[in-house]
């Protein structure tokens, strides 16, 4: 009689299940990776209106979402600007879309009178925050 060669239903078994146990690991760490990284891209999308309402406010004008030159909808978040030329203050804000560990959430740069700018946010899991909104 031949000898019978291939896997057991048993050792099939415990292959399915050491790849469930896997998947069961690696799926919510992937989904932290793409929150952070819709986080992060939200960060990015408001960055660039920080020259533009330097400019403004050093010209005596008021920062709007339109003349610092952002989007107010993206794939990513939806904007705003607002600021205070007299007070020498300005504020860009996304509110994030996307992942719903992030959704709804807020990234808000903020410029003081003394002209520095701070990072924040609002409602953000600390495992979300940007690198670039983190205190040092």
């Avoid at 399915?16 to 919510?28: W, Y």
């Avoid at 999308?45 to 003349?67: H, R």
Wanted: one cysteine or more.
């Amino acid at each position: 009689m031949k000898k019978q060669q291939g896997f057991t239903l048993i050792e099939l078994m415990i292959v399915v299940a050491i790849i469930a146990i896997l998947a069961a690991i690696a799926l919510p760490m992937y989904q932290d990776y793409v929150a952070k990284s819709q986080a992060t891209a939200g960060l990015a999308e408001i960055t660039p209106g920080k020259t533009q309402a330097e400019v403004l406010l050093n010209e005596g004008t008021t920062p709007t979402t339109a003349n610092v030159g952002l989007q107010e909808t993206t794939q990513r978040c939806a904007i705003t600007a607002t600021g205070d030329a007299a007070a020498g203050t300005a504020s860009l804000a996304c509110v994030l879309k996307g992942n719903a560990k992030v959704a709804g959430k807020t990234i808000t740069l903020t410029r003081a009178a003394a002209g520095t700018w701070a990072c924040s946010t609002t409602g953000l899991d600390d495992k979300y925050i940007p690198a670039g909104c983190k205190a040092p």
